[in-house]
């Protein structure tokens, strides 16, 4: 049984996984999708089966604003439906399902459920995107669990002291209480750290600010969770006593960690993370540095992700505790099943 | 379920894969089968499996006419009945069944079914592998498809425009159409284009023949299946205008693709390929060129054809298109469940 | 369903796999278990789960005398209650299972049945392991069979002719009757040769021990077999004619060949092996040279029971032969089956 919601946007592929002639093929929320860009480089998405011989269309090439089948020529409209096939008539072929996409912020986003549903305003705004005096730097991991399993992770950053314990994990952050809360449809968790030394991690941010490194600091992370799957983190340090979160900007180095959780099927997913900074946004280096540093410690994540998935599928009946440090992922999953429950037809109704 | 007839000739291996001391283990139709050569040179096939502890046979070796198991030195004879064994009496031993093979051709044919009904003269006659004026080069694919998919795609060679786009492909393949017939309980599919100029792997086989190679052509393709899953395709070319097929030799190049198509399992198969050519059949050199291109060429369609068969399972109930240029392997198809079905035992009558 | 006893001591690492700082984690008769050492050195077992969200607790570290989650910093007791977690009572939190462990002879044994009849005065006496006149040096294998398969190998060394032929196979052990017997709650195969040729691997042991390498000796194989799945063997070779087994000391070679033979599930098996000897104690430089010469031997032995496994599956409906040569295998089954029946509750009175 899938633990998904269907009539949202996720997050498919990043705008440069999608190159002008090589189609793309993807799982996500359980459907094989081939994305490609038409002559106006447009992104286009479709279920990924020739409906002549049940082939991989991404294994073809563009050509116009279709996908041409490898196998057989079979040209495939970005609506689902074949355009042409040599010496063929096309009118009566089957069609595929188109699914919606749309490039945005530098993302591909696409709406796994009902077609008519999919509104574009829907997608969520990413201020920092538009904005020139931000930087943002990313990758993507392919992970082998279930995607709630994540939310959990980046809801709960108690894990950073000591799954991270060498980049941004201190000893001050699993003994500084969490808060959990709703706020306009959103989880958030915040934990607020006063007076603390800055971990390697910050160490640098506050370099590259001109900020000193030795000196002590006020520290925040504050996780929101949206629908359907997407944490946003904002993080920072500020010199001690300046006003922390709210101190002003020469005073503090702070970012935004950007994580879109994609259900590929249902124990395997995308995870597209990265960082949001508005500090020497032109600083290309100091963007692949971060990326970098980034790329390193999110990768601790995996193995222990991967070895708690492989360890609940071993012990499928046990109960996982519900801590207060757990409050963000525990909310967060009952919002999912909430709107899943409403995306389901009423089946409850009459008699067995 | 399988979908393959079971009283029938296959290939199983080739000649030199079978050697003097080393038995060969090797899954047919669902069967282990352990291969070997007894004194006399003769191959012989049993069942992979000793029948005092169930270890494979062909991890042994050959003593005279039979096959030691390498475990605890149980003799094994081609009829499937224990010769002897270190200090026993063997003579109530159970037996295994010995597989009715026959070596023809530089080919070793397997009957999986039947063994009273293996009758050797069933085995199909290959006259370019008799006559000295004809020569052969060919491989062995293990490929991840049910052995079905392989007929469908020699049946139809419209892919060639499209996989072996730099070989053997052309534009006007798929703009030629086909006709399937059936002759003499072969399914034959054959297309004549004319008047087109020869795609590279044909400029090689003129020039081969002393021909000009850029002077327009006739080419034909005549696909011929013969049960199980035999496909003999006569390709070739001729100087434009001069008969075509029936051009007199020095005005044209030709040959005879070979493909015996073997299940291994129900999702599995070996695709023995090769070519058959009676010109400049001395060329040693030349044979071993055209194997070397013509196994690049058919390494090609593995990758789809593998794509293809995880496709299909994804999407087990979607239907596919049988169009005209699919009619060859929809007969094949049709051929065997017809020649299937008479094999198993009528169990319709009777009630429930 | 599982095949092996639950109330009893099985071999679940050597001694020196499990240092002092990181944790071992490995599967024994399908329990998942986290092994470490303490403060004071002692080997600790737990079920390999942290009761806050099911991370493998191996994947963390030792502190004092606990397991820290790696995840979230849960400190977990040997005894399977949580000891701390930062900022949580853990009064209530559920409790693992704590798995008997005892470290002797420099192994490491677990019993994986009922806590509280594991008595450790039931660990097997290995009187080798305490005499300094005696030397020991092993390995360890991981093998994807059934347990049982390696106990019918090691109670039947006539295959020794056929897999270990250019070590310690010759033709004169299949052609040397066996015996089978019940001694003092063990199965006893028992081999005696007589005035035969030494092989290889005994060559050196005679030469070793200063005797002459081409002259004729009486050689013995006694295998033992002791619930749950040791096999003891006690091997050798003395000059023709000196008295065999019971040869002085200076007449003779000898050894005991060590088998811990333990489940890792239900199909696949850790194996223990390693021999210990009488003569030249203090040559280590012997000890590795045998202990390499005795790994490529035993290393033979996988892919015969791999893929006798493999064949077993293919093929479950056969039956396998019991023959004399089997007899120790098929005794030592039976007392597993005998002591399986009883650790079951009855469940056959009353009516469906």
């Given at each position: 049984m899938s633990h998904f919601i269907r009539n949202a946007w996720y997050?498919?592929?990043?705008?440069?996984?999608?190159?002008?002639s090589q189609p793309l093929g993807r799982t996500i929320c359980n459907i094989q999708i081939a994305f490609y860009r038409d002559s106006k480089q447009q992104i286009q998405a479709v279920?990924?089966?020739?409906?002549?011989?049940?082939?991989?269309?991404?294994l073809g090439y563009v050509e116009g604003d279709n996908l041409v089948c490898g196998y057989h020529g079979l040209q495939m409209g970005a609506d689902g439906k074949t355009r042409s096939m040599p010496?063929?008539?096309?009118?009566n072929f089957p069609c595929i399902k188109p699914v919606p996409v749309v490039e945005r912020y530098g993302f591909i986003w696409i709406w796994p459920g009902d077609k008519d549903a999919?509104?574009?305003?829907?997608?969520?705004?990413?201020e920092w995107a538009l904005d020139p005096k931000w930087a943002y730097g990313g990758g993507i991991y392919y992970i082998k669990c279930d995607y709630r399993l994540m939310i959990d992770n980046l809801m709960d950053l108690t894990h950073e002291t000591y799954v991270h314990a060498s980049s941004i994990?201190?000893?001050?952050i699993d003994e500084t209480p969490v808060k959990t809360t709703m706020e306009n449809g959103q989880v958030v968790t915040s934990r607020f750290m006063e007076n603390i030394l800055p971990p390697p991690f910050w160490q640098n941010g506050l370099s590259a600010n001109?900020?000193?490194?030795d000196q002590p600091v006020d520290r925040w992370q504050i996780c929101r969770f949206d629908l359907p799957s997407h944490v946003m983190i904002e993080v920072g340090v500020a010199?001690?006593?300046?006003?922390?979160?709210?101190?002003p900007a020469d005073q503090k180095a702070s970012s935004i960690v950007v994580d879109f959780i994609t259900p590929e099927t249902d124990g395997t997913m995308w995870y597209f993370w990265g960082m949001a900074r508005n500090?020497?946004?032109?600083d290309n280096a100091l963007t692949a540095s971060i990326q970098e540093g980034q790329g390193k410690i999110f990768a601790e994540d995996l193995e222990i992700l991967e070895r708690q998935q492989q360890n609940l599928n071993r012990f499928p009946d046990r109960q996982l505790l519900k801590l207060d440090i757990d409050a963000g992922g525990v909310q967060a999953r009952r919002m999912i099943e909430r709107t899943m429950k409403k995306e389901q037809p009423s089946t409850a109704n009459g008699a067995a």
């Open positions: 997050v498919a592929a990043t705008s440069d996984e999608i190159n002008t279920e990924d089966f020739c409906p002549h011989r049940g082939a991989p269309l991404s010496s063929q008539r096309v009118e999919a509104d574009d305003s829907l997608i969520p705004v990413l994990g201190q000893k001050e001109d900020l000193p490194t010199m001690a006593g300046k006003g922390g979160y709210h101190a500090f020497k946004a032109d």
